[in-house]
């Protein structure tokens, strides 16, 4: 009977020669020194040999051998040939596709935007990133390739059938609206931070005139009249294709003129650092933003995560808590309006939205630079007392 100890110490003669373990099982040592584990057996009157697999690094054990003998004999007992059966799966598993292949003609045949395709070359990489919702995205591309296999005679078990979407990943919800007691931290925050000062009043920007981020990284100056304070957004950059309307405050005003010194020779309001001749990278203001709160966070101040577009919906929530008119804040933020509000509602509420707007500023001002200059002179008054 053979062990391992025996197997280790074969060695290669002139001629392959035979060594008995039991039950039939035996190996055949090769001229070059391969040592394969085999069974000779009669089926159908006939003499056939089943070769199990070489010993050694890569192949099987002395224990694999014994067990796959005695499933060849279960076979033999069902009145089947083991060397046929191997044969024919060994056949199946080399036409066999893998998943890459399943994956690739699926992604083919599958109706998805182009940055969806995209992503499938950075899935490897989403737990080093931290990309919970690109996880749970990927969970479902897997799901659909391993059905869309299944569907088309891969008998294969579905892995992502298992994985629950609350097990990768749990989130809170998107809505954010920002307190003024956040807003000023914001501000605070925002003259802390490592970035251009043109990146740090964009970002003002966007609370003072509510407008979309896009709406604002692609401003032209020939869309700014500075005699009468007006931002005229053309419609082809607007969601719904019509031309928009930005009322300027004082203080709004003041960073459009403060940023033409920066935007030199460009025709962009904020041109991109690599080239004056192209707007601002669409991620910039994200990535700010992110320094602001991070920053904020560090230092153990409570301003949670809040992005671009937080922004719209702060202003639209604070206006409404101070009860100014839905219609108003509603052609400020340039929103669809739907049934008789549509019809009876064309009035772009000039005079109205141009306070209103100066008020929302001024707001501003009272809970971020205002407020800063108290404290300060409080401080200043505590030093001299």
Partial sequence: MLTDTKLRNLKPKDKMYKVSDRDGLYVAVTKSGGISFR???????????????????????LA????????????????????????????????????????AKWLKSAEMANSTRDMRTLCDKIVERGAPATAIHSREIVMQVFRW?????????????????????????RERALSPDEIGLMYEYLDKVAAGPQFRVACKLLLLTMVRKSELTNAKWTEINFTDALWTIPKERMKLRRAHLVFLSNQALDIFIA??????????VLPSRYDANAPMSDATLNRVLELVYKAAQKDGKALDKFGPHDLRRTASTLLHEAEYNTDWIEKCLAHEQRGTRLV????????????????????IYSWTIKKRYKKQNRKRTAMLS
């Fill in 259 to 268: 940023l033409k010194t920066f935007a030199g020779g460009s025709e962009y």
């Fill in 39 to 61: 069974y000779n057996y009669a089926f159908n009157g006939r003499q056939e040999t089943i070769t199990f697999g070489q010993y050694g690094i890569g192949g099987i054990t």
């Fill in 64 to 103: 694999d051998a014994r067990t796959l003998l005695h499933e060849a004999k279960r076979i033999i007992a069902s009145g089947k040939s083991p060397a046929k059966e191997k044969a024919r799966s060994k056949k199946h598993d080399k036409g066999a596709e893998t998943f890459g292949d399943w994956a």
């Fill in 149 to 173: 296999a299944n569907e088309r005679g891969q008998n294969v078990i579905n892995p992502a059938d298992m994985v629950r979407p609350r097990t990768i990943a749990v989130f809170q919800p």
């Fill in 344 to 363: 009876y509602n064309k009035a772009e509420y000039r005079e109205q939205r141009t306070a209103m707007m100066q008020d929302w500023a001024d707001m």
